[in-house]
C-alpha cells in the first residue's frame, strides 16, 4: 500500500509567514517589562490616530451623563431579551447561531485571542493613582481582570490555558487587524494620566454586557469547549453590581466639577467608540470559511515541506513532493486526493486513509499537525456527517501543567517580599505596580504582585 509521507512541518518549525504590520508591531512593543519613550510616542500616535476616526461613527451614548445609568440598564435589559429569544429558537430546533463545528469555535478563539492577553490593560496606568477615591471603581474593575492574584480567577491565564489545551496559541499567521484592539487597549493603558477621559469612556463601552458573549458561552458549552472564560464575564459585567455599574460609576464621580465639564464628556465618548474600530467578535465569527482555513494552513506547511516525501507515492500522475513544489496547488491536492479516495468527505474521518496518517500516536504524520489544525482537517473532511456528542473531535494530549505547580515559585516569592523590605515604604507600591503589567501580571511574580496590592485598596 503507498503512502502518504511526512511532513508538511512540526509545531517546532512554525515560523511568521505574514510580515508584521503597524498595529502588531505596536501591540508587541507595547508588551514588554519596560517601554522607552520612543514605544510611548509612537502609542501616543496611534492613539491620536485612532480617535480621531471615532468622529465619523455614530454613537448610542446619551448627551447627558446624568442619562447614563438608565440607557446602560436598558441596553443590559435588551441584551437578555435577546438571549431570551434565541434560547427560545433554539429549544424549538433553530441550529447554532455562531459555531457551525468546533473547528469554527477555535478559530474564534485563536483570533481573537490577542485582544484577550491583554484583558484590562487600558487601566493598567491608573495603579499609581491608587489613592484617588474617585478612580477606586476603575482599579477595581483592573484587579478582577487579574483575578485578585489568584491564578485561576486571572484572565489572562485562563485564556491562555484555553488556547493551549487546544492547540490554538500560535498567533503567527493572525493578520494586522486582529491586532488592533489590544494595542489601543495598551496604548490607553500606558498613557493613561494624559488619556484619562478616553480611558474612562473605553471602559464603559468595553464593559457592557454584550449579546455575542451569552450566545458564545452557550455555543462552547455544546462544543464540549470550556466556556468558564466567557461565563466569568458574563458574570461579572453584570449591570447591577459588576463592571458595567462600576463603569457608569467611573464616569460620573470623574466629571469634574470646575473646568471644562462638557469636553471631558466628550472625550469620554470618543473614548467609548474606540471599542467600534478594529475587527470585533461577531466580524471574527462571520469571516471564517472552513476550506478556505485549510487550504491556508496546508500552504503554510508546504512553504516548509517540499522535497520530504518519498516519490513512489503518486497522487493523479504526480508525487507528493511536486504537489507541494509550487505555491497555490493545495486546493487541487486536494481534490486529487478525494479523487483517489484518500480523502472521504461527509463521512466519519476515520474512514479517509489520509485523516489515519494524520491522526493517533503511531500515525505517520504524528506531531505534524497542532490540535487546533487537526480539528481543521477534521471537520473539513467530516463536513455534513454528524457524529455523537463527545465524538467528532481529534485526541489531545493532557494539558500542561499550570505555571502555579512549577518548581521554583516559592524561591521567587522569597526574593520578591526581599525587595520590598529593602525598599522605603513609599517605593514598593511602585515595585509591586511595575510586576502588574499587561506584560507580567499573570506571570508567578506578577500574581503574587496583585496579591500583595491588594492591601492598598482595603
Known amino acids: 500500500m503507498t503512502t502518504l509521507m511526512p511532513i508538511f512541518t512540526t509545531p517546532s518549525q512554525r515560523c511568521n509567514f505574514l510580515q508584521a504590520g503597524p498595529a502588531r508591531v505596536l501591540y508587541e512593543r507595547l508588551m514588554q517589562p519596560e517601554l522607552d519613550e520612543g514605544a510611548l510616542g509612537e502609542a501616543r500616535s496611534f492613539l491620536d490616530g485612532q480617535l480621531a476616526k471615532t468622529q465619523e461613527l455614530p454613537c448610542d451614548v446619551p448627551t447627558q451623563p446624568e442619562a447614563l445609568l438608565d440607557w446602560m440598564r436598558t441596553a443590559a435589559q435588551r441584551t437578555t431579551e435577546a438571549y431570551g429569544q434565541y434560547l427560545q429558537a433554539r429549544r424549538q430546533g433553530a441550529p447554532r447561531r455562531y459555531f457551525r463545528n468546533r473547528a469554527h469555535a477555535l478559530y474564534f478563539l485563536r483570533h481573537v485571542a490577542p485582544t484577550k492577553l491583554v484583558d484590562g490593560a487600558w487601566l493598567y496606568g491608573l495603579l499609581r493613582h491608587w489613592q484617588e477615591q ?17 491564578p485561576v480567577m486571572n484572565h489572562v491565564v485562563l485564556y491562555k490555558q484555553l488556547l493551549a489545551q487546544h492547540g490554538c496559541d500560535e498567533l503567527a499567521e493572525l493578520e494586522d487587524g486582529h491586532f488592533l484592539q489590544g494595542a489601543q487597549q495598551l496604548a490607553l493603558g500606558h498613557l493613561a494620566d494624559d488619556y484619562l477621559p478616553e480611558v474612562i469612556g473605553y471602559n464603559l463601552g468595553y464593559e457592557q454586557l454584550p ?139 476515520q474512514n479517509s486513509r489520509f485523516w489515519q496518517l494524520v491522526q493517533g500516536d503511531r500515525a505517520a504524520m504524528f506531531g505534524v499537525f497542532s490540535s487546533y489544525e ?24 493532557p494539558a500542561a501543567a499550570s505555571t502555579e505547580q512549577a518548581g521554583g515559585l516559592d524561591d521567587e516569592a522569597q526574593a520578591l517580599h526581599a525587595a520590598l523590605r529593602a525598599l522605603p515604604p513609599q517605593q514598593q507600591a511602585s515595585k509591586l505596580i511595575g510586576l502588574m503589567s499587561p506584560a507580567s501580571h499573570f506571570t508567578p511574580a506578577g500574581l503574587l504582585a496583585t496579591r500583595l496590592f491588594n492591601a492598598y485598596l482595603q
Open 134 to 150: 474617585r478612580l477606586r471603581p476603575l482599579l477595581r474593575t483592573y484587579l478582577e481582570e487579574l483575578g485578585d492574584g489568584v
Open 374 to 397: 487537526q480539528q481543521l482537517l477534521h471537520d473539513w473532511i467530516a463536513d455534513s456527517w454528524a457524529p455523537a456528542r463527545g465524538r467528532g473531535r481529534p485526541r489531545r494530549r
Open 211 to 349: 449579546l455575542h458573549l451569552l450566545i458564545t458561552s452557550y455555543e462552547l458549552t455544546e462544543l464540549d469547549i470550556d466556556p468558564y472564560y466567557f461565563q466569568l464575564h458574563v458574570t461579572i459585567d453584570n449591570a447591577s453590581t459588576g463592571h458595567a455599574q462600576k463603569a457608569v460609576q467611573a464616569v460620573l464621580e470623574n466629571l469634574p466639577l470646575v473646568g471644562d465639564r462638557e469636553d471631558f464628556y466628550r472625550r469620554v465618548i470618543r473614548g467609548y467608540q474606540l471599542n467600534e474600530l478594529g475587527i470585533g467578535s461577531t466580524a471574527v465569527i462571520a469571516a471564517f470559511d472552513l476550506e478556505d482555513e485549510v487550504c491556508a494552513m496546508l500552504e503554510r506547511k508546504r512553504e516548509v515541506a517540499t522535497q520530504v516525501h518519498s516519490d513512489y507515492c503518486r497522487i493523479e500522475g504526480r508525487t507528493v513532493n511536486e504537489w507541494l513544489s509550487e505555491p497555490g496547488q493545495v486546493r487541487a491536492f486536494l481534490e486529487a486526493l478525494q479523487k483517489r479516495g484518500w480523502i472521504r468527505r461527509d463521512e466519519d474521518p
